[in-house]
């Protein structure tokens, strides 16, 4: 992976630069929705900050827990994350854990919240996935030149997909352009009346778990556990939670329009 600039003492990389615009973006729409029902500015931009920094963190440590034979042998490669080796899965995780501390410390709605962040957060992988063509990974198996250009792609995606005398299957791209129809799709749903708390975090569970377990098939650099892929067992695990947030949601939570407090106490 040659760097987009080198200046000697720091280099900065393409990779570098999707990971940060989709994070930008995705703060952007958190903030700008959250301000809008009625939440502390001061209190999301905290509460977004500490779940970047611990998804970063989290995403990292787990995808070295997956290699740690590699990384056993070199802990100080754990720092190098400008290498690569981001699992999306630790950073959900990482961010998840963060929100729901700091959202119970300083009296949050914390379903409501996350309502918000999902929406951010898979417009952000959508723009994210881009980091990994220009590094030349999460695609798919070897194909054929015919087979990519029988698809209408751009001439720098097949450029692109041509690596180490290969053509892949480009993965990224079927991942990106999910996430972004995800994105466009919880857009319209929150302006409609019949949305309640939990809804859009349901829908991104689904939405994203079910469409990474079915990608991840094709998928020639997974993360293993045994002989099982461990997106795809996270991702079931998403689609269940998913659900029974859906259900949670029905029958328990209140829709937008009749209570729009993003705070739990009145100071």
Known sequence: MNPL????FISIHIYSICIL????????LIVRESKKHGFKEEDIVNLVFYAIIFGIIGARLYYCLFNLDYYITSPIKILKVWEGGLAIHGGIIGGVVSTVVYSKRKHINLVMVLDFMVVGLICAQAIGRWGNFFNGEAHGPIT???YLESLYLPKFIIKGMYIDGNYYIPTFLY???????????????????FMKFGYLTGFYLVWYGAFRFFIECMRTDSLMLG???VAQIVSVIMI??????????????PKYNRTCEGSEDND
């Open 144 to 146: 054929t030149l015919s």
């Open 227 to 229: 002989s099982f892929r």
């Open 21 to 28: 615009v989709g994070i930008l973006v995705a703060f952007n």
């Open 175 to 193: 991942e990106s352009i999910w996430c972004f129809l995800g994105f466009v799709i919880m857009i319209i749903l929150r302006g409609k009346r």
């Open 240 to 253: 269940i939670i998913g659900i029974c947030i859906w259900v949670f949601s029905y029958f328990k939570l």
């Open 5 to 8: 600039i080198d200046l000697g």
